[in-house]
């Protein structure tokens, strides 16, 4: 495998999974008194000002747990389990299994269709099996993608990766929504035994970039290009809100050069304790000197995971 490719399969897994972490996170701005339970007056309001009443409500949560499906394509289908907590920048650990597609081949020939992934504010963790560890490895296990190093090598796209993932709170997805100024009140629906209201919108996601991030304009023109190159140019997104005014539910759904993305969220346990620390620096090893040094080829296999 030449150091392009490798570079690509290693960014393409820290951007999956990460991703798929800040999805979880994504949307919760949520009062923790559940004053506003079941039994609160049903009162008739725009999409947008119960949306931003969801919004507020969402980010004071600090953690939620968070299960996930997602497929692209051919590419892959995953799953993700875990919690997070946004209190103080992006934390948390979800276990993350490729159930098919290409990344699942890949990962299982790397030892395992499963991995543990860890967020701490200024880098994303990767727990591979002890097959990569010995192939690629150097013996470690954990791989560390520092959010600068993907930002450099990612360009645009890893610029905006780094600002989402350093920004995140759970209610990102309701910004989402709020943002696109399409939205629409689809109805209400009972989600994991809870009521809930179900709002859908089209998002434009270049235009989004400029709305959500501090990105500069040669960053946006960038991004904006690779996101027509990869065949992005609007997603649909669905959130579901119960009685106390947090997100429960999310879907996503864009077409990509790779073929159709789809990914659904569920949060539960607003404000559980989370932990997250750096594995031992012993069993870590720096995915820019795995870059650097030319020997990822397994590695990259398991980080296209």
């Not at 943002?179 to 919108?201: L, M």
Request: hydrophobic content about 35%; overall charge neutral; some cysteine.
């Amino acid at each position: 495998m030449n150091s392009t490719t490798v570079r690509r399969a290693g960014l393409s897994i820290a951007v999956v999974a990460a991703l798929t972490g800040v999805a979880a996170c994504g949307s919760s701005d949520s009062d923790k008194d559940g004053g506003k339970a079941a039994g609160k007056t049903v009162t008739h309001v725009s999409p947008i000002a119960a949306l931003r009443s969801a919004e507020k409500s969402t980010d004071k949560a600090d953690s939620a747990k968070v299960r996930s499906t997602t497929s692209v394509g051919s590419l892959m289908s995953m799953t993700a389990d875990g919690a997070l907590t946004w209190a103080d920048g992006l934390k948390g650990n979800l276990t993350i299994t490729y159930t098919g597609g290409k990344m699942a081949e890949a990962m299982k020939k790397a030892g395992s269709a499963s991995m543990e992934a860890r967020y701490l504010p200024d880098a994303y963790y990767a727990h591979m099996s002890d097959a990569f560890a010995q192939q690629a490895g150097g013996g470690k296990h954990w791989i560390k993608y520092s959010y600068d190093d993907l930002a450099k090598l990612g360009g645009a796209s890893g610029s905006f990766m780094k600002d989402q993932l350093q920004n995140s709170t759970p209610n990102q997805s309701v910004k989402l929504l709020l943002a696109s100024g399409d939205v629409k009140k689809v109805g209400e629906e009972t989600v994991d035994g809870a009521h809930t209201t179900h709002y859908s919108g089209r998002v434009d996601v270049a235009g989004l970039a400029q709305k959500s991030s501090d990105l500069t304009a040669e960053q946006l023109s960038a991004l904006k290009k690779q996101l027509t190159q990869a065949g992005v140019s609007t997603e649909t997104v669905d959130v579901w809100i119960n009685d106390q005014d947090l997100l429960v539910k999310k879907t996503e759904k864009a077409d990509t050069a790779n073929g159709a993305m789809t990914s659904t969220t569920l949060y539960t346990d607003y404000g559980a304790k989370v932990t997250a620390e750096a594995p031992p620096a012993g069993d870590t090893k720096d995915f820019g000197d795995m870059m650097k040094s030319g020997g990822l080829a397994a590695g990259g296999t398991g980080t296209a995971s």
